[in-house]
């Protein structure tokens, strides 16, 4: 597994934006999806948004469709740009890669808070 590591939480009004990052030092020959999912307090994972690392085919959970934008860089960073945030976005982001056909993951990072409140 790949130790990733995310970037740029905070704290943000709603109506606001921000973005965060994932640094992936290490994209193996078998990670076809790089995701956001996130996880709210008290409750379990959500998937977020992820993107097909050759194709770069996106995918979004509808409650954040026209909202967030999922992209990557030629150096593997990972960027999830989120603007009109809501209370609702508030959780923990992880960043993950997952294999073909999201069968097996091949990297965690440990995560970075988002906190929409004003």
């Known amino acids: 597994q790949v130790q990733l590591v995310e970037s740029g939480g905070g704290l943000v009004q709603p109506g606001g934006s921000l973005r965060i990052s994932c640094a992936n030092p290490?994209?193996?020959?078998?990670?076809?999806?790089m995701t956001w999912v996130r996880q709210a307090p008290g409750e379990g994972l959500e998937f977020v948004s992820s993107i097909h690392v050759n194709l770069g085919t996106t995918y979004y959970t509808d409650s954040v469709k026209g909202r967030f934008t999922i992209a990557r860089d030629n150096a593997n960073t990972l960027y999830l740009q989120m603007k009109d945030l809501k209370p609702e976005d508030t959780g923990l982001y992880y960043c993950?890669?997952?294999?073909?056909?999201?069968?097996?993951?091949?990297?965690w990072g440990q995560g970075t808070q988002v906190t929409v409140s004003s």
């Open positions: 290490g994209v193996t020959f078998s990670t076809y999806y």
């Open positions: 993950a890669s997952f294999g073909f056909e999201f069968r097996y993951s091949t990297g």
